[in-house]
Each structure stands twice: as C-alpha cells, then as structure tokens.
C-alpha cells in the first residue's frame, strides 16, 4: 500500500500541469541540465529557492543545509560547489539566507545540544565577533534580523575562498558571488550588495 497518497496525488497534478504548458518539457529536460545558477540556502521549508526566483526545473542547482553555511570541513556543499563551478559551468553562485532563521536564533540562544549545536557554532562565532555592532542595536528581533545578514555575507565569504571558486577565477571563468537575503513575511528578496567576482573584489570585501 502506498504511503502519503496526497503527495503522489500532488505530484500527478503538476506533472500535467507543466505538460499542458509545454508538450516537449520533460523531454527536453531528461537531455542534460545547463543551470547558470548555483543557489545555496537554508533548509527551512518556508524558502522554496526555485519558487522565489520563479525558475523552472533544470535552471537552478540548489544546495541547502541549515542556516545556509558554508564550512570549509563540509564535503558535501564544497562537493557542490565543485560541480557547480567545473562541470554545469554556472556564472552564479548566490548565497541566500532569510530573516527569521531558526537556527541563527538557535546560534544566539546557545540552546542546541548535539550534533546541530557543532553545525550553529560557526555562526555562534560571528555572533561573538560582532558583538559590539550587535548590542549596538537595541530591539531584539532587529539585531537578530541583522546577525542573519552578517551571516549571509560570512558565507559568501567562504564560498570565495574555496579551492574551486579560486580556482575560476584564476583561469579567468566568468563567476560572480551574490549575497541576498530573504523575507518570509513579504516574499521579496534583498540584495545584500556583497557580490564579488574576483579574489580582488572577495579580499576588499574581507578588508571593509
């Protein structure tokens, strides 16, 4: 017996749906994909990363973890990355984060024990390192709203100094890293205005 009808039901629906839309979709889809994006984002259910930029399948490689983090010891987003940037040939690679987030707010809060409480202190660290800019700001929610920005940019960061983007842009490979930001309350996103395309442009950025 099958589990979860709903969702196959579901499935069925939009199948015909985008076939109605266009006979040949799935056809040519099967043929190999060309994305010219790579999006890396936050797990959290509310941020669906195709919907938000109103991409169809096959024009987004995405990559989600919680918190959007890139760590440089986590193989499997450099793994990503790697294949992102050397096989698919993609010409962006935007790291997007939302306001709201659980596991920043988790990261703040020092409530996680565990193996999420190993993945939150890399964020637990810009916390602490940008304490001062932080308590600088008053309302709470806002100084929260703040550090998931910071995180966004922090994470750019690390994807710039991977191997493989480095890599690029050493041989002269079109890449530009984007920093943006999402609002689950409006469903807009906000250009952080972090986006570099050369280490030139990663280390000013690391030095601002």
């Known amino acids: ?28 889809l099967v043929q190999q994909q060309s994305p010219e994006y790579l999006w890396i984002g936050c797990s959290d259910s509310r941020v669906p990363a195709n919907e938000i930029v109103g991409l169809l399948p096959g024009e987004l ?19 990503v990355i790697q294949y992102a940037v050397d096989i698919l040939k ?15 707010r988790a990261a703040m ?7 999420i409480a190993n993945w939150l202190d890399h964020i637990r660290e810009i916390y602490d390192r940008r304490q001062d800019e932080l308590f600088s700001i008053p309302d709470e929610a806002r100084r929260m709203d703040r550090l998931c920005e910071m995180n966004v940019a922090e994470q750019l960061m690390n994807a710039g100094r991977s191997t493989t983007v480095q890599e690029a842009w050493k041989r002269g490979q079109p890449l530009c890293l984007h920093g943006w930001i999402y609002g689950i309350s409006d469903g807009l996103l906000k250009d952080l ?16």
Request: proline share 5%; aromatic share 8%.
């Open 1 to 28: 017996m099958k589990t979860l009808p709903h969702l196959f039901a579901n499935n069925r629906n939009w199948s015909s749906q985008i076939t109605q839309g266009d006979p040949t979709f799935f056809q040519k």
């Open 61 to 79: 490689f995405v990559h989600r973890n919680v918190a959007n983090l890139i760590v440089p010891s986590d193989m499997n987003c450099l793994s």
């Open 90 to 104: 993609v010409k962006h690679i935007i790291v997007c984060g939302h306001y709201g987030c659980g596991g920043v």
């Open 109 to 115: 809060e020092k409530h996680p024990q565990g193996s």
């Open 193 to 208: 205005c972090v986006s570099v395309s050369s280490d030139g442009a990663l280390r000013e950025l690391v030095g601002s």
